[in-house]
T-cell receptor, first 109, second 115 residues
Framework: TQLLEQSPQFLSIQEGENLTVYCNSS?????LQWYRQEPGEGPVLLVT?????EVKKLKRLTFQFGDARKDSSLHITAAQPGDTGLYLC?????????FGKGTKLSVKP | NAGVMQNPRHLVRRRGQEARLRCSPM?????VYWYRQLPEEGLKFMVY????????ESGMPKERFSAEFPKEGPSILRIQQVVRGDSAAYFC?????????????FGPGTRLTVL
């Protein structure tokens, strides 16, 4: 059974700090997606990583896919209160996405 | 270009009633997925449908739950004789590709409360 474990589960930081959250598995994934979910809303897709070792940047967010395609990380530079939310990683094949439980990030002004 | 639409956003049912949740995929998307999110738990896959076909229903409970995606109209997730344990947020997602990159776009969800 494929599982995705995310860490940390909770993270509370001050505006301007940097942070990294992790998504790990013992299984290989053909691709991984990162989503952000705000309370009462659906997950919003941030990025899809496909190639082992791939790095993608989205403004202050940097996503990395591990060489073996078993893990991924999300690094946020100079976090802002607007970055607050639940960050989810997901992977799978043939339509059946497996989600981690997420990292709940709170950025205080 | 409208995103994935779900309605209703909130649904309250009494035990034993039926719940019908609707999902209209993004324009041009012909693949629909349903997920359930229980309080303090992650999203769990339920079913994957294409027009008029169920592709993968491995995450669907064996009883009381059914899903369809007709040729015309939205996809429907139907829960018969609801119980309190069915209270959850139900999300629909759509994609333009079969499997493939598995990049799915989610709707805002329907929050079902069973009294």
């Amino acid at each position: 059974t494929q599982l995705l474990e995310q860490s940390p589960q909770f993270l509370s930081i001050q505006e301007g700090e940097n942070l990294t959250v992790y998504c790990n598995s013992s299984s290989v994934f053909s691709s991984l997606q990162w989503y952000r979910q705000e309370p009462g809303e659906g997950p919003v897709l941030l990025v899809t990583v496909v190639t082992g070792g791939e790095v993608k940047k989205l403004k202050r967010l940097t996503f990395q896919f591990g060489d073996a395609r078993k893990d991924s990380s999300l690094h946020i530079t100079a976090a802002q209160p607007g970055d607050t939310g639940l960050y989810l990683c997901a992977g799978g094949s043939q339509g059946n996405l497996i989600f981690g439980k997420g990292t709940k990030l709170s950025v205080k002004p | 270009n409208a995103g994935v639409m779900q309605n209703p956003r909130h649904l309250v049912r009494r035990r034993g009633q039926e719940a019908r949740l609707r999902c209209s995929p993004m324009k041009g998307h012909s693949h629909v997925y349903w997920y359930r999110q229980l309080p303090e738990e992650g999203l769990k896959f339920m079913v994957y449908l294409q027009k008029e076909n169920i592709i993968d229903e491995s995450g669907m409970p064996k009883e009381r739950f059914s899903a369809e995606f007709p040729k015309e109209g939205p996809s429907i997730l139907r829960i018969q004789q609801v119980v309190r344990g069915d209270s959850a947020a139900y999300f629909c997602a759509s994609s333009p590709l079969a499997g493939g990159l598995d990049t799915q776009y989610f709707g805002p969800g329907t929050r079902l409360t069973v009294l």
